[in-house]
């Protein structure tokens, strides 16, 4: 079955504690993305991933890493947590963003609670 | 800067059709997008539009004015399962989407 998986689905941390989301693809897909998702301000992207070993800062990209070793995965690292980045957390991949073939699938989400 | 409107919560009843619209200001144009988000899970594709004009798709239709920067999704013979966020989002001249903060649709019996 095509999909991303993101884990932890769910965790609660406290500030300053390093964690890292992982994501992974099985489509074969050479973009990957990380947004985090607030009420009232829709989707901001994090980083994107165009391919392996190509990473490019989103809107939001403070107090956040990533890297992309392998096509399949790309792993969101918050190095300091902080409370300001609770947040529900999504990966996708595409083919080609932005157009026609490009839609966006997405992972199951990540709920993020920083104290 | 860029900007997508959209209005914040709408609601209808079952069984009716009910319109949401998206505005955009955005640097280039290369299509819009709308998916569909269930409270609590992931958002899922539902059209794109590149040219002008209406795409219809089974209960659901996208229209796209170019001209006007204006889209909307039309929704037919409403089901409760239909209640979500509806979000539209622009390409822009670099490939990258931009969003809008979603449409939160509720459905009455």
């Known amino acids: 079955e095509a999909q991303v998986t993101q884990n932890p689905r769910y965790l609660i941390t406290v500030t300053g504690k390093k964690l890292t989301v992982t994501c992974s693809q099985n489509?074969?897909?050479?973009?990957m993305s990380w947004y985090r998702q607030d009420p009232g301000l829709g989707l901001r992207q994090i980083y994107y991933?165009?391919?392996?070993?190509?990473?490019d800062k989103g809107d939001v990209p403070e107090g956040y890493k990533v890297s992309r070793k392998e096509k399949r995965n790309f792993p969101l690292i918050l190095e300091s947590p902080s409370p300001n980045q609770t947040s529900l957390y999504f990966c996708?991949?595409?083919?080609?963003?932005?157009?026609?073939?490009?839609?966006?699938?997405f992972g199951e989400g990540s709920r993020l609670t920083v104290l | 800067g860029q900007n997508i409107d959209q209005p914040t919560e709408m609601t209808a009843t079952e069984g009716a059709i009910v319109q949401i619209n998206c505005t955009y200001q955005?640097?280039?144009?290369?299509?819009l997008f709308w998916y569909q988000q269930h409270a609590g899970e992931a958002p899922t594709f539902l059209s794109y539009?590149?040219l002008d004009g209406l795409e219809e798709k089974g209960r659901f239709s996208s229209f796209l004015s170019r001209s006007k920067g204006y889209s909307y999704l039309l929704l037919k013979e409403l089901q409760m399962k239909d209640s979500a966020s509806y979000l539209c989002?622009?390409?822009?001249?670099?490939?990258?989407?931009?969003w809008g903060a979603g449409t939160k649709l509720i459905i009455k019996p």
């Open positions: 539009n590149v």
């Open positions: 996708a991949s595409s083919t080609q963003p932005g157009q026609g073939a490009g839609e966006l699938f």
């Open positions: 955005t640097s280039g144009f290369n299509g």
């Open positions: 989002a622009v390409s822009d001249s670099n490939y990258q989407l931009i």
């Open positions: 991933s165009m391919n392996v070993e190509v990473t």
């Open positions: 489509m074969n897909h050479e973009y």
